[in-house]
């Protein structure tokens, strides 16, 4: 990963857990670039308030103070990073300085996150894909009951990465076919709203 993928991923867990967020930071992005890979394009306001609606958590009479650049980042980091032909795409994960068990919980949620907005935004569409594409969701859908009660250990470092560079490309995988024209144009559904 990245040091500015890590970065933003720190950014939005210090966010998280000042306001006492139910939610994880992982599973918003992947929420987001399910989204995305759906079809669906929002204002920055708008991804704004799905984080807010993402955090889950109840303030009587105070807002919660986003850092809208660090919303708006995200969402052009992952769209541009989706459209791009050289397959830079990163999941916003934390990095190795946290246990295999937690990054292994975050991957795990991230899917989930990215199941659900892929769902809310390709809908039906989903069941048009091709068995090869069906058996691909199948394989997230079970990535999302992964076990996180794993010792640290290289055999354990190496299925994580494994793991996470088959999530990796499965939502590259996705993002093309559900959106044809993003990788030659890298504009197709910019402005749309679903």
């Known amino acids: 990963m990245s040091e500015q993928s890590v970065a933003r991923f720190e950014l939005l867990a210090n966010i998280y857990s000042r306001y006492g967020a139910i939610n994880h930071p992982s599973e918003l992005h992947g929420l987001l670039v399910g989204r995305l890979s759906g079809g669906k394009r929002a204002t920055p306001e708008q991804w704004q308030s799905e984080v807010i609606a993402h955090m889950a958590v109840e303030l009587e009479g105070n807002e919660i103070d986003l850092d809208t650049k660090l919303i708006a980042d995200i969402f052009d980091e992952a769209l541009t990073q989706l459209q791009s032909t050289s397959f830079e795409f990163e999941l916003m994960l934390p990095d190795d300085e946290y246990s295999l068990s937690e ?39 079970a990535i999302t009951q992964i076990d996180d009660e794993t010792e640290d250990s290289e055999e354990g470092e190496k299925e994580w990465m494994e793991i996470a560079e088959f999530v990796r490309i499965a939502a590259l995988t996705l993002f093309a076919e559900l959106n044809p024209t993003s990788r030659e144009s890298g504009t197709a559904g910019k402005g749309l709203l679903h």
Do not use: F, H, N, T
């Open 103 to 141: 990054r292994i919980e975050a991957l795990g949620v991230w899917v989930r996150g990215y199941l659900e907005g892929l769902a809310l935004s390709a809908g039906k569409r989903l069941m048009k894909l091709d068995k090869e594409l069906q058996e691909l969701l199948r394989d997230l859908v």
